[in-house]
T-cell receptor, first 111, second 111 residues
Framework: QKEVEQDPGPLSVPEGAIVSLNCTYS??????FMWYRQYSRKGPELLMY????GNKEDGRFTAQVDKSSKYISLFIRDSQPSDSATYLC???????????FGTGTRLKVLA | AAGVIQSPRHLIKEKRETATLKCYPI?????VYWYQQGPGQDPQFLIS???????DKGSIPDRFSAQQFSDYHSELNMSSLELGDSALYFC??????????FGQGTRLTVV
């Protein structure tokens, strides 16, 4: 079993929908959580960074961390066709220099 | 803002040849990470360096080696290349305990 699980999708939604992307993890030591967006053949682009539990909002994006359930989410409001990409979660524990990635969820926002 | 710079962007090598990938981190970042991403795969952690010392090691083959230099740039050396080494190689950098930013990657093709 992988340390970080993520539904690979693809997930297709109409333009303007609210998108919910999720990752579960098994290592309770993880404290640093990130969401990246990756377009085909490009480097992952950092969207959100959260330390420990709680919510964080940035524009149309909201990241949630529930450490008790070992579950993190990324919400995208008013989704746009330009949001079509692969979304990767990544996380690491304290004192380590290794981010563990989920497999990525492919999102398609239909115009 | 300065980003992580990787060179070359594309590289074609023959089997059993050697390749060197370079990574220039964001200024004042002291940690460098190397990842390998095969087609349709999530990024797999290879190795990381903090303050020029190896800090974590992942699934890096013995044929590969890496180091971080005094100016914090890093090089990934790959010898006896195999067809299966064809992939996108990403470098990321961070300041200690902060989020990691990725470069645009080097696409290595082994023929």
């Amino acid at each position: 079993q992988k340390e970080v699980e993520q539904d690979p999708g693809p997930l297709s939604v109409p333009e303007g929908a609210i998108v919910s992307l999720n990752c579960t993890y098994s290592n309770s030591a993880f404290q640093y959580f990130m969401w990246y967006r990756q377009y085909s053949r490009k480097g992952p682009e950092l969207l959100m960074y959260t330390y420990s539990s709680g919510n964080k909002e940035d524009g149309r994006f909201t990241a949630q961390v529930d450490k008790s359930s070992k579950y993190i989410s990324l919400f995208i409001r008013d989704s746009q066709p330009s949001d079509s990409a692969t979304y990767l979660c990544a996380m690491r524990g304290p004192g380590t220099y290794k981010y563990i990635f989920g497999t990525g969820t492919r999102l398609k926002v239909l115009a | 803002a300065a980003g992580v710079i990787q060179s070359p962007r594309h590289l074609i090598k023959e089997k059993r040849e050697t390749a060197t990938l370079k990574c220039y981190p964001i200024p004042r970042h002291d940690t460098v990470y190397w990842y390998q991403q095969g087609p349709g795969q999530d990024p797999q952690f290879l190795i990381s360096f903090y303050e020029k010392m190896q800090s974590d090691k992942g699934s890096i083959p013995d044929r590969f080696s890496a180091q971080q230099f005094s100016d914090y740039h890093s090089e990934l050396n790959m010898s006896s290349l195999e067809l299966g080494d064809s992939a996108l190689y990403f470098c990321a950098s961070s300041a200690k305990n902060t989020e990691a930013f990725f470069g645009q990657g080097t696409r290595l093709t082994v023929v």
